[in-house]
Antibody, heavy 120, light 106 residues
Framework: QVQLKESGPGPVQPSQTLSLTCTVSGFSLTSFSVHWVRQHSGKRLEWMGRVWSDGKTSYNSVFTSRLSISRDTSKSQVFLKMNSLQTEDTGTYYC??????????????WGQGVMVTVSS | DIVLTQSPALAVSLGQRATISCRASESVRSSVHWYQQKSGQQPKLLIHGASNLVSGVPARFSGSGSGTDFTFTIDPVEADDIATYYCHQSRSDPLTFGSGTKLEIK
């Protein structure tokens, strides 16, 4: 069945770089987009960016200067790297699969999320 | 950016109808989707394209609307429905979410 699972480093210090991995199963990265979404303390969900099925990426301009999303199709993994972390980047980070419909592209499967704490 | 506005909370008695609204700052056609997020869990897709029920989701969940005004309904509400509900637009980047409506039982 379709699954996504995030993994990450745990606590991160301010100004460091965050590296997260989303390992997927049950579908191919060449057929679906994968997105990163973060959530501060159970509050509003914030879309960060995506890697399309063709490997191209697009980002929320709020993060453009410090965010990078990439993938390794052979390992069924999607990567998030974000530099210059601040305490405001503390939150839960989700990867989610995007599915295309004529009327839009919702996220039909989500990972369980990984908690990232930015603290000195 | 397209802003989605939801009321923050709603209290409903068991067996009654719960109606949650989502208003977009500009037209998103039918590209609005609804998610349920229970405490400590990831969001779960319930409705896509404003009114299309995801397979396996109970028929007491429904959605309607187009353009800028959307409605999500649970009828009848059950105890297991306690959660926060988010609308999401995929009409244009950046993709955005409403701030969520927390459903409480009276």
């Amino acid at each position: 069945q379709v699954q996504l699972k995030e993994s990450g480093p745990g606590p991160v210090q301010p100004s460091q770089t965050l590296s997260l991995t989303c390992t997927v199963s049950g579908f191919s990265l060449t057929s679906f987009s994968v997105h990163w979404v973060r959530q501060h303390s159970g509050k509003r969900l914030e879309w960060m960016g995506r890697v399309w099925s063709d490997g191209k990426t697009s980002y929320n301009s709020v993060f453009t200067s410090r965010l990078s999303i990439s993938r390794d199709t052979s390992k069924s993994q999607v990567f998030l790297k974000m530099n210059s972390l601040q305490t405001e980047d503390t939150g839960t980070y989700y990867c989610a699969r995007g599915i295309f419909y004529y009327h839009g592209s919702p996220f039909d499967y989500w990972g369980q999320g990984v908690m990232v704490t930015v603290s000195s | 950016d397209i802003v989605l506005t939801q009321s923050p909370a709603l209290a409903v008695s068991l067996g009654q109808r719960a109606t949650i609204s989502c208003r977009a700052s500009e037209s998103v056609r039918s590209s609005v989707h609804w998610y349920q997020q229970k405490s400590g869990q990831q969001p779960k897709l319930l409705i896509h394209g404003a009114s299309n029920l995801v397979s396996g989701v109970p028929a007491r969940f429904s959605g309607s609307g187009s353009g800028t005004d959307f409605t999500f309904t649970i009828d009848p509400v059950e105890a297991d429905d306690i959660a926060t509900y988010y609308c999401h637009q995929s009409r244009s980047d950046p993709l955005t979410f409403g701030s969520g409506t927390k459903l409480e039982i009276k």
